[in-house]
């Protein structure tokens, strides 16, 4: 099985990110960029961290959520791009996801952000979804299944359920906290082989990694700690 984890590099510091990569780049499957590094450096920082990392894969994180047309030309606008996988958020809602994979070239795995990592049962009755995570996170994976996407963004406590469900879908997981690590802003977390166990694709883990003494060490850990 290919190294499922993906370290999140969220910085504004393009040379810190340079450096993390080549710290973690031998210990992890893949490199994600989200909004913090694209608003910070755009296709230009994209393209010195894929130098960077020397083929490594790119999880271009931009949780697109928008009209379907503007949708579409969003990623239209990354083609030449070496994106691997793309995200955008399910409750865009079923045409805006089609836009988005009709949009993206062959090679991009586009996966659709079910509920954020960040969010409780109580979070979501405050935004005015009742039933809680797990039945959002269903209604939400049936939709982007319905659309033709390759996957879902979903915490490691709902993708047992999903993966099981989907059998070929892709499950990126973030939300994953080695035992004894800071949750930070994250309150669906498991370690990285739980989330493993219970069907996840691609780990996302950012902090635990990034903000350690030796990132790389970090890295290396963690990926021995996995079966
Ligand atoms: O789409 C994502 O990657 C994502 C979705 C989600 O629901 N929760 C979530 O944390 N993420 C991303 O995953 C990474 C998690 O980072 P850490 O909490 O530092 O491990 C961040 O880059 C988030 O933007």
Do not use: Y
């Given at each position: 099985m290919p190294n499922p984890i993906f370290c999140a590099i969220d910085t504004g510091d393009l040379e810190h990110a340079r450096?993390?990569?080549?710290?973690?780049g031998p210990h992890v499957g893949g490199i994600k960029l989200g909004l913090e590094f694209w608003n910070a450096f755009g296709r230009k920082g994209v393209e010195t961290i894929v130098e960077a990392s020397s083929g490594?894969?790119?999880?271009?994180?931009?949780?697109?959520?928008?009209?379907?047309?503007?949708?579409g030309g969003a990623v239209r606008a990354l083609e030449d791009l070496p994106v691997d996988i793309l995200t955008v958020h399910a409750s865009g809602g079923e045409?805006?996801?089609?836009?988005?994979?009709?949009?993206?070239p062959e090679r991009t795995k586009v996966v659709a952000?079910?509920?954020?990592?960040?969010?409780?049962?109580?979070?979501?009755?405050?935004?005015?979804?009742?039933?809680?995570?797990?039945a959002q996170v269903e209604r939400l994976a049936l939709l982007t299944r319905r659309a033709g996407l390759d996957g879902i963004v979903c915490s490691p406590q709902e993708v047992a359920?999903?993966?099981?469900?989907?059998?070929d879908g892709l499950f990126v997981v973030p939300g994953i906290r080695p035992h004894g690590a800071d949750m930070g802003?994250?309150?669906?977390a498991l370690t990285p082989q739980e989330a493993l166990d219970?069907?996840?694709?691609?780990?996302?883990?950012?902090?635990?990694?990034?903000?350690?003494?030796?990132?790389?060490?970090?890295?290396?850990?963690?990926?021995?700690?996995?079966?």
């Open positions: 450096d993390l990569v080549s710290a973690v490594k894969s790119l999880f271009l994180d931009l949780k697109l959520h928008d009209i379907p047309n503007t949708v045409a805006m996801m089609r836009a988005a994979r009709a949009a993206a952000v079910t509920v954020l990592t960040s969010l409780s049962d109580e979070d979501l009755t405050a935004l005015g979804t009742d039933g809680g995570v797990d359920a999903r993966s099981a469900a989907w059998p802003d994250q309150k669906r219970a069907g996840a694709s691609v780990l996302v883990i950012g902090r635990p990694i990034t903000k350690a003494d030796n990132p790389g060490e970090a890295a290396e850990a963690i990926a021995a700690q996995m079966k």
